[in-house]
Every structure is written in C-alpha cells, then in structure tokens.
C-alpha cells in the first residue's frame, strides 16, 4: 500500500513563530487533505488540496503532486493551534478509494 | 446540523460484552468509513461502504462488523469485546475520491 510519511515528528513554537510541515507519500493519489486534531480529540478539516495551494487565514498549503509532498504553512501561531496535524491521501486500490493517514506533527505553541 | 454524527462520545464497558457504536451522515455522501485510532495516535482505516456494500475490510477481527441499513448510516458492531479494542473510533464519509468529513470519535474503554 501507499506509504505516508510527516515531518517532524514533534514540534514545538513560542507564540507568533512560524512552522512548515511536510508530507511524502510514495505513489500517485486522487486527493490530499490535511486535518488539525485539536486537544479534545476532533478531527478539523483544513485542507482538500489534490494540488496547487490553497490559504485559510494563517494557514495556507502547497501540493507538488507530481513530486510527491504537500506541504502546510502555520504563520503566527497562536496556543489554539496546537494539537496533531495528520496528513491523508487518497488513493485508488484495487477499484476502492481509501484515505491512508500519516503518523501526524504534534504541534505545541506555548505562550 | 451536524454533518457526521456518531454516539456515544464514550463507551466503557467490560471484556466480553457486545457493544454498538452508531454514526450517521446528512451530506449526502455515497461512502462511509470506519478509523479506529490508537494509544499512539495512528488512523487506520477498518471498513469503507459504497452504496451500500462492503469494498473495504482491512484485517479487522471478525468480531467487528459494519451494518448499513441505508447510504445515511453505518453503524459497528463489536462482540466479546477485549482489552486490546480500547481505542478511538472514528467514523467518516465522502464521495468517492472527495473530502472526507468525520464524526466526532467514540472513546472506548474495555474493563
């Protein structure tokens, strides 16, 4: 199966730095979305980002499908941005569609 | 107006005992999925359904079993429960290579 990897694994910011996140997955896909799971354990869509970027406020993504890697953009970053942030891709296997997720980035902003 | 629903939110009970875990879905969404997630925080996939029919099992113990009495619904079903089933469970939808969109997470503890 498709393989996904994210980096870092941990990372931690004070207030108002700046972060980029980065994940690789080794084989074509269908589409590509980013989620923050926050603190209590909700899974919040970010981004569907199949490729080309895309911005939501201070956040904003990057997709180079044809190489394999997406990438997510934290400005400024605020305590009520920590939590995981998971990659998923979307692939076709076996004429099914399943949504494979990396290990995730733990994000911890402290003040 | 919630998009993806699932009860309960928690679920402790004893080894052995069979338990339900509802989910349903308003977005007119022609697949739904079950993700269970680990103590390390890890997303698998466990079951996906199309239309109504099964396209997606990926080694999951038989006692774990997906009912879909309509395309807004999929519940599962665990029988004789075990230590090892604590988790997270998630259950999602989209159509077919779209946006996923997930439920809140059951937290289940066995005794």
């Known amino acids: 199966g498709i393989q996904v990897e994210q980096s870092p694994p941990d990372l931690i910011l004070q207030e108002g730095a700046n972060s980029t996140l980065r994940c690789n997955f080794s084989?074509?896909?269908?589409?590509l979305q980013w989620f923050h799971q926050n603190p209590w354990g909700q899974l919040i869509n970010l981004f569907y980002?199949?490729?080309g970027t895309k911005q939501n406020g201070r956040l904003s993504a990057t997709t180079v499908a044809t190489e394999r890697y997406s990438l997510l953009y934290i400005s400024s970053s605020q305590t009520t941005d920590s939590g995981v942030y998971f990659c998923a891709v979307c692939y076709s296997g076996a004429g099914s569609y399943q949504l494979t997720f990396g290990k995730g980035t733990k994000l911890s902003v402290i003040p | 107006d919630t998009a993806v629903s699932q009860t309960p939110k928690y679920l402790v009970t004893q080894m052995g005992n069979d338990k339900s875990i509802k989910c349903e879905q308003n977005?007119?969404?022609?697949?739904m999925y079950w993700y269970k997630q680990d103590s390390k925080k890890f997303l698998k996939i466990m079951f996906s359904y199309n239309n109504k029919e099964l396209i997606i099992n990926e080694t999951v113990p038989n006692r774990f079993s997906p009912k879909s009495p309509d395309k807004a619904h999929l519940n599962l079903h665990i029988n004789s429960l075990e230590l090892g089933d604590s988790a997270v469970y998630f259950c999602a939808s989209s159509q077919p290579r779209g946006e996923a969109f997930f439920g809140q997470g059951t937290r289940l503890t066995v005794v």
């Open positions: 977005l007119g969404h022609d697949t």
């Open positions: 084989d074509s896909v269908n589409n």
């Open positions: 980002i199949p490729s």
